[in-house]
């Protein structure tokens, strides 16, 4: 096992755990983490939270579908059952870290939470996991150099940027049930952030 050594013991705990559990992933973890300490430090927010919160993200990715579906329905919000299994990773995670891992930061649980599919009333933590998650570097995915670029004008603009991009591509796909928090996100920020200013930001970009 790689050692770590930060000053904090709790992400060098949380990146220990997220190693030994889903290594495949482990270098999707580190490229959030590196992005949400760069975002936690350009907008003076705590940076053990941010990291903690960006290495346990996909705490539960690697849960077979029944076993998700048994802690939603037992300790969750059973309507997020309603939807494609891709976004149960959240809801379950949050509660997985609460009584598997003992965090109860609620800033923590939140970020967790709702990195897949978005919340209207995310707190800046939130808001940058949910960009984090989206931006890291190695990620490839149409539109998210802009998204790297937005994220440094606010974090409004950033969940705008991140948002747009998730909404757009799950609307080109077929019969595929969008959960309500994903659409309701873009159409907040938007409103937040303004349409007008939003296209200001997108044609400067492109004229970069």
């Known amino acids: 096992m790689i050692r770590y050594y930060y000053r904090n ?10 190693e030994e559990k889903d290594p495949v992933r482990f270098p999707h973890i580190l490229g959030t983490f590196k992005q949400a300490r760069l975002l936690a430090k350009y907008y003076s927010l705590d940076d053990k ?12 990715k690697g849960e077979n579908k029944s076993r998700l579906k048994e802690i939603i329905t037992k300790y969750g919000d059973v309507n997020i059952l309603k939807y494609d299994e891709e976004i149960w990773h959240g809801e379950a995670g949050s509660i997985l870290l609460k009584s598997e891992l003992g965090i109860t930061d609620k800033d923590i649980l939140d970020a967790v939470r709702y990195h897949v599919t978005g919340h ?9 996991v949910y960009i984090a998650d989206y931006t890291e570097e190695t ?3 149409p539109g998210v150099d802009f998204c790297r670029y937005a994220c440094y004008i606010s974090l409004d603009v950033g969940v ?3 948002s ?13 049930k969008i959960h309500p928090y994903t659409q309701l996100t873009y159409e907040h920020f938007l409103a937040k952030v303004g349409r007008e200013r939003y296209e200001s930001i997108k044609s400067h970009y492109q004229g970069m």
């Open 164 to 176: 747009e991009g998730i909404y757009n591509y799950l609307n080109t796909l077929p019969k595929k």
């Open 49 to 60: 939270k941010c990291s903690v919160a960006a290495i346990l993200h996909d705490y539960a």
């Open 9 to 18: 013991m709790e992400i060098d705990k949380a990146l220990s755990i997220i």
């Open 139 to 141: 990620r490839k995915h």
């Open 160 to 162: 705008l940027s991140c």
């Open 120 to 128: 209207p009333d995310m707190n800046d933590y939130a808001k940058v």
